[in-house]
């Protein structure tokens, strides 16, 4: 398998943007996935195959990629958006173990 | 609206065995393969096995090979996770989730259930 790495926490005041990276030797060659973790809830993807966002997610939330290094940015962030934030690459031929990230505190306050 | 709920959690003594259950709603659960995934208290997630859509193909982390058996029952919508030879540090929330793949598996994860929580200890 292979590693990726996040920093352990992230802090904005509501209405700033938060930038959150995934870093990883295996990512110019696998789409980042992006996950919201709150407790008690059921995880949400908020960013497939490197910055698609899928129906429901807001916009506010948006990703990119370069060479080993992904990011999740919400711009605008709102109290309701913290939470921890995991990353997860896959190339989808299920040939490597796929992992996730250490994951990332984001506290809005 | 698509749901998936998970059970069959609780405390079990090293050593001991425990099956989960992970019952889908709102799609076509014969046409999607199911993942569960854990996290431990404290730590983050931690993919452990993926049944496909058919039930034919079943995947598993080093850590549970052996000792975690993935099945699904299509006519009933569920997913199972049968563990044996539990130890304290398999004691984590165990989510199932949907994978994005029609008829396929993409290795990724598009919708999550709530999660059921697994303590291993005496």
């Known amino acids: 398998s292979y590693e990726l790495t996040q920093p352990p926490s992230v802090s904005v005041s509501p209405g700033q943007t938060a930038r959150i990276t995934c870093s990883g030797d295996v990512l110019p060659k696998k789409f980042v996935y992006w996950y919201q973790l709150k407790s008690g809830q059921a995880p949400v993807l908020v960013i497939y195959e490197d910055s698609k966002r899928p129906s429901g997610i807001p916009a506010r939330f948006s990703g990119s990629s370069s060479g080993t290094t992904a990011t999740l940015t919400i711009s605008g962030a709102q109290v309701e958006d913290e939470a921890d934030y995991y990353c997860y690459s896959t190339d989808s031929s299920g040939n490597d173990r796929d992992v996730f990230g250490p994951g990332t505190r984001v506290t809005v306050l | 609206q698509m749901q998936l709920v998970e059970s069959g959690g609780g405390l079990v003594p090293p050593g001991g065995s425990l099956r989960l259950s992970c019952i889908a709603s709102?799609?076509?659960?014969?046409?999607?393969?199911i993942h569960w995934v854990r996290q431990a208290p404290g730590k983050g997630l931690e993919w452990v096995a993926l049944?496909?859509?058919?039930?034919?193909?079943?995947y598993y982390a080093d850590f549970v090979k052996g000792r975690f058996t993935i099945s699904r029952d299509n006519s009933k919508n569920t997913v199972f996770l049968q563990m044996n030879s539990l130890r304290p540090e398999d004691t984590a929330v165990y989510y199932c989730?949907?994978?994005?793949?029609?008829?396929?598996?993409?290795?990724?994860?598009?919708?999550w259930g709530r999660g059921t929580l697994l303590t291993v200890s005496s």
């Open positions: 989730a949907k994978d994005h793949g029609y008829l396929g598996t993409y290795w990724y994860f598009d919708l």
């Open positions: 709102g799609f076509t659960f014969s046409h999607y393969g």
């Open positions: 049944i496909r859509y058919d039930g034919d193909n079943k």
